[in-house]
């Protein structure tokens, strides 16, 4: 995919930087790249439902921000997104040490961006075991629409 800004990268850090909940989360970028987001999260404590595992409000946080922040990874210098539409599938209990978080593009719009994407840990024989899909609508606003 193509991004309309040629600085996408440094763009995307500077949006990561002013989110506040991703820190206290202790959720990372790892990997940024046109359309597509990585990103990992260290199991703590904290993170945990009642009964031990991921909690599906963390689950869903961070699909929206790699989901989110993949569409800012597509639009214009100053242009601004927002999720508009999240639907999330739970697909098995979150039982992992760390989890790995992708978002990407599958549509790319003038005002909307459609993404699509997915939360998994490694279980003890590295074996790949998806938490939860994830599909969005991120809206586009234009800079100069923020006048």
Not at 53 to 75: K, P, Q, R
């Amino acid at each position: 995919m193509e991004s309309l800004n040629p600085n996408f990268k440094e763009y995307v850090e500077n949006r990561i930087k002013a989110n506040k909940f991703m820190p206290f989360l202790g959720f990372k970028i790892t990997q940024i790249e046109a359309g597509e987001i990585t990103g990992e999260l260290e199991f703590k404590e904290h993170h945990s439902q009642q009964n031990g595992y991921l909690h599906g409000g963390i689950t869903s946080a961070i699909l929206d921000m790699v989901e989110g922040f993949a569409a800012y990874s597509l639009v214009r210098d100053g242009d601004l997104v927002f999720t508009v539409e999240a639907k999330i599938s739970y697909l098995n209990r979150g039982m992992g040490k760390k989890f790995f978080a992708k978002g990407w593009i599958i549509k790319p719009g003038k005002r909307f961006h459609f993404c699509e994407g997915e939360i998994w840990y490694e279980n003890e024989i590295s074996k790949k075991i998806i938490v939860a899909k994830g599909s969005a609508t991120m809206a586009v606003l234009a800079k100069e629409d923020l006048k």
